[in-house]
C-alpha cells in the first residue's frame, strides 16, 4: 500500500547543495516516488511549481537567490488555487526556535532538522500525505492550523466552522 | 466548496457562542493519499519498516562516496582559510558554503562530530566581522577541530565536547576583545 501511494505522488526538492539534492532525490527513490523534480534556488523552484504543480515541496531554508522563507511565502499566497495550499516540509540546519517559529508562522507544514535521517523523512511524508491539517487562512497567515494539540486555551475557538475542499 | 458546522470541544463555551469571523476560513484538505488512490485507499498509512530499511541501506551506499567527498572538501576548507583572511570574498563565501554543506550532511552519513564543528563554524561566520575574518584563528581551529574528528573518528566524546567548548569559549574572547577594542 505504501509503495503504491509513493509511486503516485509527485514531489519537488529545492536545495542549493548538490550533495542534499542527491541525497533526497535518492530516498525518495528508495520509497518509490518515481516523480521528482529538483530545483536549486527559490527563483528556479517557482518555475518548477507552476509548470509541474507537484503534490509536495520539499525545501531547504538557506538558499540564494530566494530562500526556502521566501519561497515558501510565495507559495503560500497563491490563493484561490489548490496549489497554494501543499504541504511544505523545511529541511534545515537552523534548528533554533527562532528559525522554527519563523517556518511555522509563514506555512511551513513540517520542519526536518538536518542532518536528516530516513525515518525522520519518511514519517514527515506520511505526515502530509497521510494526515493532512485543516488550512487555515486569515489576514495574516495562510497555512496548515499551527495548533496540533487539543489542549483547552484562553479565548474564542474560530475553528467552528469548516469549508470542504 | 461545501461549509459545515463541526463541533468543537477545544474551548467550550466561547467555542458555541463564537462565530467563525469573516476574514477567517478553516478549510478541510483531502489527504493526498486519499486523493491519489481512491476506492485502493485503506488508512492509516504506516511506516512500512521494509521500506524504511531500503533507505537506511541507500545511506549506507552513498556513505563511502561521501568520505571520500568529504575529505576533499576539508582540504579545501585548510586552503581557504589564508585567502578569507586576506579579504577574499569568494574564498569567504565558499568556506561557507563548504562548512554548510557538512553541517547539514555529515551527520546523516555517520560523521556527527564534523556536523558538529561544521555547525559551531557556520554559526561564528555568520557573525563574523571584518576582524575575525582577518584574524582567523577561530576559523583554523575549527578547520582543525573537524579534520580531527574525521582522522580520529573515536575520540572519546569528553574530549570532543571540551573541544567545542574550548571554541566556544575562543569565540567569545575575540568577541570581548573586539567590544573592548571598539
Partial sequence: ?165 | MANRSMTSHLAGHEAARGETPPDVRFIRVPSIAERKLGADYVAPIRLDPRVLDQMQSTIRTLETKYAEALSAQISMLQLLVEPSAKGDSEARSRLYSLSHDMRGLAGTFGFPLVGRFADSLCRYIENCHEEDWRDGSVLRFHVDAIRDAVDNPGTDPAITMETLNALERLIAATRGNRKMAG
Fill in chain 1, 1 to 165: 500500500m505504501t509503495e503504491s501511494v509513493f509511486g503516485k505522488i509527485s514531489v519537488l526538492v529545492v536545495d542549493d547543495s548538490a550533495y542534499m539534492r542527491h541525497l533526497l532525490l535518492t530516498l525518495l527513490q528508495a520509497l518509490g516516488v518515481n516523480e521528482i523534480h529538483l530545483a536549486i534556488n527559490g527563483e528556479e523552484a517557482w518555475e518548477l511549481l507552476n509548470s509541474k504543480e507537484p503534490d509536495i515541496v520539499i525545501t531547504d531554508a538557506a538558499m540564494v537567490p530566494g530562500d526556502g522563507f521566501m519561497f515558501a511565502k510565495r507559495l503560500r499566497s497563491l490563493r484561490g488555487r489548490a496549489l497554494g495550499m501543499i504541504p511544505i516540509i523545511m529541511v534545515s540546519g537552523h534548528t533554533d526556535l527562532e528559525s522554527v517559529e519563523r517556518a511555522r508562522d509563514i506555512g511551513i507544514t513540517e520542519f526536518l532538522s538536518k542532518p536528516i535521517s530516513a525515518r525522520g523523512l519518511y514519517e514527515r511524508l506520511i505526515q502530509v500525505i497521510d494526515r493532512p491539517r485543516t488550512f487555515v487562512e486569515t489576514p495574516t497567515y495562510r497555512g496548515p492550523d499551527r495548533r496540533r494539540r487539543d489542549t483547552p486555551f484562553e479565548g474564542t475557538d474560530r475553528r467552528g466552522s469548516i469549508a470542504l475542499l
